[in-house]
């Protein structure tokens, strides 16, 4: 089973719009953390925001919201005021933190976001 | 600039080559990650470090082979590999925090032919 589930492969949005990008996420643990990353053409994978499950109020990063929703484990990236440079891949990722220490994160499939004049 | 680099970019080799990725970091952070890109997949783990002590093995086949002489230091050693081991394999680095936000380098394109 899939931990990490992005249901839009493809999105398109008008420059200044508001974009909801989605991602729900499966655990059992108590304890993990959520993160959204981009992706540009260039490969680099660029860290925008993290929402820890303990958190009670939804991170904000600039533009960049996480609209956390805990009992539904939804974790929706909000980007506001759209820009062509947002145009990337965005990936939702998950660490469950019951191991302690360094662990990897396990990724979702993506969404391709391409912002039009 | 994210202190994260990689070397090679783009590296194309044959199935009987043996290479070597490397991974750098300028963050002071102590753990080092190997993920592997392909297309219409998920990033997928390959390996941790944690304090140079190798602290996963997602499963990997042995024509993969880690190596971590220090902290700032990550090398993937590659022998007798397949097609479908051709990827973008990325690095990434951490600080073994609860938070543990991990930065990434700007990635190998491997073709293997």
């Known amino acids: 089973a899939q931990k990490i589930t992005q249901t839009q492969p493809g999105m398109f949005v008008q420059e200044k719009e508001a974009v909801t990008l989605d991602c729900t996420y499966d655990?059992?643990?108590?304890?993990?953390?959520l993160f959204w990353y981009k992706q540009p053409s260039s490969g680099e994978m660029i860290f925008l925001i993290y929402?820890?499950?303990?958190?009670?109020q939804n991170a904000t990063e600039g533009r960049y919201s996480l609209n956390f929703q805990k009992a539904r484990k939804s974790a929706n990236l909000v980007i506001s005021a759209s820009q062509l440079g947002d145009s990337a891949m965005y990936f939702c990722?998950?660490?469950?933190?019951?191991?302690?220490?360094?662990?990897?994160?396990?990724f979702g499939k993506g969404t391709h976001l391409i912002i039009q004049p | 600039e994210t202190g994260v680099t990689q070397t090679p970019r783009h590296l194309v080799m044959g199935m009987t080559n043996k290479k070597s990725l490397k991974c750098e970091q300028h963050?002071?952070?102590?753990?080092m990650y190997w993920y592997k890109q392909s297309a219409k997949k998920p990033l997928e783990l390959m390996f941790v470090?944690?304090?140079?002590?190798?602290?996963e093995n997602n499963s990997v086949p042995s024509r993969f082979s880690p190596e971590c002489p220090n902290s700032s230091h990550l090398f993937l050693h590659l022998h007798t590999l397949q097609p479908e081991d051709s990827a973008l394999y990325l690095c990434?680095?951490?600080?073994?925090?609860?938070?543990?936000?991990?930065?990434f380098g700007p990635g190998t394109r491997l073709t293997v032919l």
């Open positions: 470090y944690n304090f140079k002590e190798q602290t």
């Open positions: 929402q820890g499950s303990y958190d009670e």
């Open positions: 990434a680095s951490s600080q073994e925090t609860s938070i543990n936000e991990q930065f």
């Open positions: 990722a998950m660490r469950e933190m019951t191991g302690g220490g360094a662990d990897g994160l396990t």
């Open positions: 963050l002071g952070h102590n753990a």
């Open positions: 655990t059992s643990d108590q304890s993990y953390g």
